[in-house]
């Protein structure tokens, strides 16, 4: 059992050397969204904004098709509280049967950051946001980043082969986050 334990030890280390940050994925394009900095994990695509309620946009290429990362500011305070935004979103997804939203707040960079990763099927969101008709086989990933300057928002919708091995580059995409100098 200790060769088996030392083997794998030894092959997340090969693999880490090939490309971990921490976070445990690379990033790709930096990202300033009204004072906040973040790097865009590797693949994935500033876009213009579809919208001007959008500070920032970005694709994100997969097995299941694309994702859309979308991430709001509205103002030092303004946007609603973490909790309001974290049962918004959730409510956007029915989920899969014996599943339920995840939910983890943790702190990093001298910033308070609430995130939670849903599947199942999603809905049409208030104000026409989301899909205009139900999308089963789904995720959000979403976010509430809170610190000097903010909140600010991120929320990844899409498919959930798309999504799915984004989980962890999205978690390490907000540990990386930091206020713009």
């Known amino acids: 059992m200790a060769v ?8 997340a280390l090969i693999l880490c050397g090939v490309g971990c ?3 445990g994925e690379q990033a790709g394009t930096p990202l300033d969204v009204k004072g906040l900095h973040v790097e865009l994990p590797a693949g994935w695509k500033s876009v213009p904004p579809a919208s001007p309620m959008r500070a920032a946009q970005a ?10 990362l979308a991430v709001f500011h509205f103002g030092a305070g303004q946007g609603g509280d973490v909790e309001a935004n974290l049962q918004r979103w959730v409510a956007q997804i029915v989920p899969q049967p014996g599943s339920s939203p995840e939910r983890e707040t943790f702190d990093a960079n001298g910033l308070r950051i609430t995130w939670i990763d849903a599947e199942g099927t999603l809905q049409g969101g208030p ?3 989301g899909p205009s008709t139900p999308q089963p086989g789904s995720r959000l ?8 300057g ?3 928002f991120f929320k990844a919708t899409g498919p ?3 999504l799915a091995p984004q989980r962890l ?9 930091r206020l713009s100098k």
């Not at 088996?4 to 092959?11: D, G, K, M, P």
């Not at 694709?59 to 859309?68: L, S």
């Not at 990933?141 to 000097?148: P, S």
């Open 141 to 148: 990933l979403g976010a509430v980043v809170e610190g000097e």
């Open 169 to 177: 580059p999205f978690r390490g995409m907000l540990q990386r986050a």
């Open 59 to 68: 694709v994100i290429e997969g097995p299941g098709g694309p994702a859309d």
């Open 127 to 129: 104000m026409g946001m």
């Open 160 to 162: 959930d082969a798309t």
């Open 21 to 23: 940050t921490r976070g």
């Open 150 to 152: 903010g909140p600010w």
């Open 4 to 11: 088996r334990s030392r083997l794998t030890v030894a092959v």
